[in-house]
């Protein structure tokens, strides 16, 4: 990305700053961007609807004979092409298994639009329903609910209109295919979005200044960031990315220093007017920098690094400097609250140092009287500045007291569990050692045990092995006595 461009853009008297740009509300849809959230490939050059003539002209050759074949069958041709009353009938006889699959298939060739044959196939479909004049509100509210979404999905480019979660009603996605209604599922508004009659909400189809980047027709879920300039005028937004690359960043006259000074400003596409920018960078990072983790702060950083490198006053010079020596830094171990604290020092000084100028300013070109008056209301307006920052500071710190106290008292909650388990643990094994005592002693009483059945055994054995001859003689000797007597 290159430095901003030098163009003299004419600095109009200053408007209220717009607040930063805000994230959307949690817990809803992310739709995925596919087409990289464009409007649709509408906008595409002359040579590449040719060649979707060409594909588009050939793919109708071949499908001809299939026109009116099989009413149990569907393709995404037949839907981009067929008289949405037919196809509304044909659809209601097939199986949800079957609509889910059209489906799938259209994510898949949403997912692929990048690559060469998925890119014609997306044309092709595309190319059929913009040549349509058919698809007026009134036909497609007879419009089958998977035929509609598959409609706005591919006059879209946006997979979000196929997800099963996608709860838009039909007067909604109606509204949306005829770029009457925001594209984006966070948004939804209404178009043009507060009822604004500039060139480009009145020319670009399904335009959305409130969520939409005035240059590229994109929106994405970025808030609290640089990464969106948005117009102190016409509140339209601009990717920051976008508007260095169109030549929308360069230097021009400061009002507010007098005659012959210049900074950096933003002249928007929409209504054509300039807003400064160093204050604008200075608001985002006072709002949203304690917010920002590590990466989001260095991404930040560098955004500022590219809005003003190249820029010919002495204050955005030093701005770009200071936010690149911070990155380096920062990538060499400098914590972020370091960081941070450095940049908000340097617009601190910024302000003490465009008051000044103010009280010199004010001293050399009005009578003393006035001089007083008008020093009166900047320093008036510097107190409420440093009262403004206080209260944010004041409300910080107490935010972080309170976080320090809960973390002290569920350090303490653990601090006792920890404690209550070392002595459930101590008495376990207090029960397991008196356990294994007994078990030793169990086991020494068996084994004396044992040892006695051993020598009982032995001494009856012994016994036996005496009895056993005495008895056998007797019997030999009762036996002889017996016989002598016969």
């Not at 097939?94 to 799938?104: I, Q, T, V």
């Not at 925001?182 to 979005?193: K, V």
């Not at 604004?196 to 994405?220: E, H």
């Not at 230097?251 to 220093?257: F, H, I, L, R, S």
Request: charged fraction near 30%; aromatic fraction near 6%.
């Amino acid at each position: 990305m290159g430095p901003p461009s030098r163009m003299n853009f004419h600095r109009q008297p200053p408007l209220p700053m717009l607040p930063p740009r805000q994230r959307p509300r949690p817990g809803r849809l992310q739709p995925s961007l596919s087409i990289g959230g464009s409007t649709s490939v509408r906008a595409g050059s002359r040579e590449t609807w040719a060649i979707a003539d060409a594909i588009l002209a050939k793919k109708l050759d071949k499908g001809k004979e299939k026109v009116g074949d099989c009413s149990d069958n569907m393709s995404l041709l037949d839907i981009a092409r067929g008289e949405v009353d037919i196809i509304s009938q044909r659809l209601k006889h097939l199986s949800e298994e079957f609509l889910e699959g059209l489906k799938n298939e259209l994510r898949v060739i949403l997912e692929g639009a990048d690559g060469s044959q998925h890119g014609d196939e997306f044309l092709i479909l595309q190319k059929l329903i913009q040549k349509r004049g058919d698809l007026t509100a009134n036909t497609l509210t007879g419009a089958h609910r998977v035929q509609l979404e598959i409609l706005v999905a591919i006059n879209t480019g946006m997979q979000a209109f196929l997800h099963p979660s996608m709860s838009l009603s039909q007067t909604s996605l109606i509204e949306v295919f005829l770029f009457k209604r925001c594209r984006n599922i966070e948004c939804q508004s209404q178009l043009p979005a507060d009822d604004c009659t500039c060139k480009v909400c009145a020319n670009t189809d399904g335009f959305c200044n409130l969520c939409m980047c005035v240059s590229c027709n994109k929106f994405d879920f970025e808030g609290n960031t640089c990464r969106w300039i948005g117009c102190d005028l016409c509140s339209h937004w601009t990717h920051t990315d976008c508007a260095i690359r169109d030549g929308q960043i360069g230097m021009g006259a400061d009002v507010k220093t007098g005659a012959g000074t210049t900074e950096i400003l933003f002249r928007c596409g929409a209504c054509n007017r300039t807003s400064e920018l160093l204050g604008w960078v200075k608001d985002i990072f006072q709002i949203c920098a304690p917010s920002w983790d590590r990466q989001a702060l260095m991404k930040e950083l560098e955004f500022v690094t590219k809005i003003f490198r190249g820029s010919l006053d002495s204050r955005g010079r030093r701005l770009s400097w200071i936010c690149e020596d911070l990155i380096e830094k920062m990538k060499c171990g400098m914590s972020e609250s370091v960081a941070c604290r450095i940049i908000m020092f340097f617009f601190q000084e910024l302000e003490i140092e465009s008051s000044r100028r103010k009280f010199e300013e004010i001293g050399r070109m009005i009578a003393p009287q006035e001089a007083c008056s008008r020093i009166s209301e900047v320093l008036q307006e510097a107190i409420a500045k440093m009262e403004k920052v206080e209260e944010e500071r004041a409300r910080m710190l107490k935010k972080a007291r309170l976080d320090l106290e809960v973390c002290d008292r569920e350090l303490e909650n653990k601090a006792r569990e920890m404690m209550e388990l070392k002595m459930e643990r101590k008495k376990k094994k207090e029960e397991t050692e008196e356990l294994e005592s007994i078990a030793r002693l169990k086991q020494a009483e068996a084994d004396t045990w044992e040892l006695k059945a051993i020598e009982a055994r032995r001494e009856a054995e012994r016994l036996q092995s005496i009895a056993l001859p005495n008895h056998t003689r007797q019997r030999k000797n009762i036996a002889a006595g017996i016989f002598n007597s016969v």
